[in-house]
């Protein structure tokens, strides 16, 4: 009996050094993102500089030998990098450091993700999915997608994920449930301070879990400023960014977009379409369904002139940073 075996997948990872990369390497290779019948090959991207790092990751990765690991791919050329990829976490970007100025922060990262944006439209697979972690992540997004014209409108998203994943956590502690018994939890935004964990319609079977907790001023003055502040928590607790958290947002993320969120409402930064009031283009998270490789906004969420007022500020930070990069491009 001839059975026939899957084509391989191709999984471009920048930053492929790092912390969340580490984390997330070994979790691909394992089969934690396409299951454990799905062969694939990792190609790794990061500074010219990381590459001893990079080179004792695969050694790493070639000792746990996953059955499913057919090869991995060493480069600093994103060119190189992403060339034939199925989808792509990109992972590496400009952090801020000491005495940085924000517009400093912007411009590094534009150069960055213009190139990477030029090399997944030349190189990678035409149906390609791109999925920037770096930060900051939506603006990051929005430059690459610019860059990368000759891709489908939806071939790159921001992750989101990493805040709606935190806030389903925070709920289903605060009530004494379990995790995946909630469902419709909402995170609007950008992946900033400024994003809206929106719990209006998330549900517990036939219940609002609003209607459980009852309590107006726990969402706004506890649960909202909690989600919020959660990364900036974790680097005072631990003197480090967010990393197998963020790698496992990542790959619930690429997972349900790639194999489908069996109708689930999730959360994704994508390019807005205009509705909620929100531009026409915008990189912002938004509440979706996701199959057959796509995602579908999901429709007729009532915006109340709360969740109004919460969303117009992470809408105004967005373009305040698209405005900047705008400028940044246009000088260059």
């Known amino acids: 009996m001839n059975i026939m075996k899957p084509d391989v997948k191709r999984i471009a990872v920048t930053g492929a050094a790092g912390n969340i990369a580490y984390s997330l390497l070994f979790r691909i290779a394992r089969g934690d993102l396409f299951g454990k019948d799905q062969p694939v090959i990792l190609q790794l991207l990061d500074l010219p500089e990381a590459y001893g790092a990079m080179q004792g990751v695969v050694m790493e990765l070639q000792d746990c030998a996953f059955p499913l690991l057919k090869r991995v791919e060493?480069?600093?050329?994103?060119?190189?990098?992403?060339?034939?990829?199925?989808?792509?976490?990109?992972?590496?970007s400009k952090p801020r450091g000491r005495g940085m100025e924000r517009r400093d922060l912007l411009?590094?990262?534009?150069?960055?993700?213009?190139?990477?944006?030029?090399?997944?439209n030349g190189v990678?697979?035409?149906?390609?999915?791109?999925?920037?972690?770096?930060?900051?992540?939506?603006?990051?997004?929005?430059?690459?997608?610019?860059?990368?014209?000759?891709?489908p409108d939806d071939a790159i998203t921001a992750m989101i994920r990493l805040d709606h994943n935190r806030a389903v956590s925070m709920l289903a502690q605060h009530c004494a449930i379990a995790v995946n018994v909630i469902g419709n939890m909402i995170v609007w935004g950008n992946h900033s301070p400024t994003m809206f964990p929106?719990?209006?319609?998330?549900?517990?079977?036939?219940?609002?879990?609003?209607?459980?907790?009852?309590?107006?001023?726990?969402?706004?003055?506890i649960f909202i400023p909690k989600v919020a502040g959660r990364g900036t928590a974790i680097i005072e607790a631990r003197g480090a960014s967010s990393a197998a958290s963020a790698a496992n947002a990542a790959i619930d993320q690429m997972r349900d977009w790639m194999l489908g969120s069996d109708g689930r409402w999730v959360s994704?930064?994508?390019?807005?379409?205009?509705?909620?009031?929100i531009p026409h283009g915008l990189m912002f998270g938004v509440p979706v369904i996701c199959r057959d490789g796509r995602y579908e906004r999901v429709e007729g969420i009532q915006i109340d002139e709360f969740a109004r007022s919460c969303i117009n500020r992470s809408v105004r930070e967005l373009?305040?940073?698209?405005?900047?990069?705008?400028?940044?491009?246009?000088a260059d």
């Open 74 to 92: 060493v480069a600093t050329d994103p060119y190189v990098a992403f060339r034939d990829a199925d989808c792509a976490f990109l992972i590496g």
């Open 107 to 120: 411009a590094e990262n534009a150069a960055i993700f213009r190139t990477q944006g030029k090399a997944l």
């Open 124 to 151: 990678a697979s035409r149906n390609v999915k791109a999925l920037v972690v770096g930060n900051p992540a939506n603006t990051n997004a929005a430059i690459a997608r610019r860059f990368a014209p000759d891709l």
């Open 198 to 221: 929106d719990y209006r319609y998330a549900r517990v079977g036939r219940y609002l879990i609003k209607d459980l907790i009852n309590d107006e001023s726990w969402y706004r003055e």
């Open 268 to 277: 994704m930064s994508v390019p807005s379409d205009g509705s909620y009031g």
């Open 319 to 330: 373009q305040e940073e698209a405005a900047t990069v705008d400028a940044l491009l246009i």
